[in-house]
């Protein structure tokens, strides 16, 4: 009879003896990690010291009126929403009629627009209130900021397209001139939120943990090959994170609990779930 045993120092050693097939204890079998995901990007957008002008001469004062920004969601084909000022009745959409953005109107008296804070809560609220924003940015007031993570996990991008209506402009003192800032977060960000590659993907360190949560996609394969190609899936918390199909469609999993792992399979046409939590 034949015996094939394995060390570390000698490899595969064939022997005589009794048949088997022999791992020491210390030889772990495993898969190496193909792709690893961790955290989400953040966006702070800073009003600082803006306020409408109320027909005063005062320093930070602007007519914020017909001033816009506009968003752009991390997706591979992004949408366009904008958020744009009607003050008292004074202003009109700058881009009405184009089919390309959704537009988010800000109404408001003058009263409840002078301060920086007042501002950034109803810009907050405003994105928060459109779901297809909601969808892919969380948006959060925090004193003169606007606080945005993307859903989904990873290094996506920035948030922000057109900033410049309310970047270095003058005041209505024209003495100062008013400018909102935005900057992005990635520290102990990496990898990307689409998984493109077979074996097995660790996602991590996701930091939304509102009913929607953070997202990865598993990227389509060809159709009618690959059949029975394998996904595996590892999270680690400290947030719970869903597994989407690359249209957003399909719920393929749900990871809330340390630990938690999926295992998918495609079918030649579609990624299906073989086992979740």
Known sequence: MVQVIYTKEQGLKQQSGSALISLPDDVVITRPISQTVQGNTVLTLDFAALHHTQGGQAADEIDINDRYIIFKTPAATPATFYVWFNIAGGGADPFAGDNTKTAIPIAANAADVDSAAEIATLV??????????????????????????????????????????FTNVTATDNSTVVSATQSYNTANVSGSHVLSELGVVKVKAAIID???????????LPENT?????????SELPSPVKIKSS?????????????????????????KTLYQP
């Open 124 to 165: 907050a609220n405003a994105l928060t209130a459109v779901v297809a924003f909601d969808d892919e940015l969380k948006a959060e007031a925090d004193g003169s900021e606007v606080v945005i993570t993307a859903r989904r996990m990873g290094i996506t991008g920035g948030f922000i397209s057109d900033l410049s209506q």
């Open 210 to 220: 509102d009913a929607k949560d953070s997202f990865v996609v598993v990227k389509d």
């Open 226 to 234: 690959n059949f029975g190609a394998r996904l595996i899936v590892l």
């Open 247 to 271: 249209d957003l469609t399909v719920l393929l999993a749900d990871l809330d609990a340390a630990g938690d792992a999926a295992q998918l399979i495609w079918n030649g046409t579609a990624w």
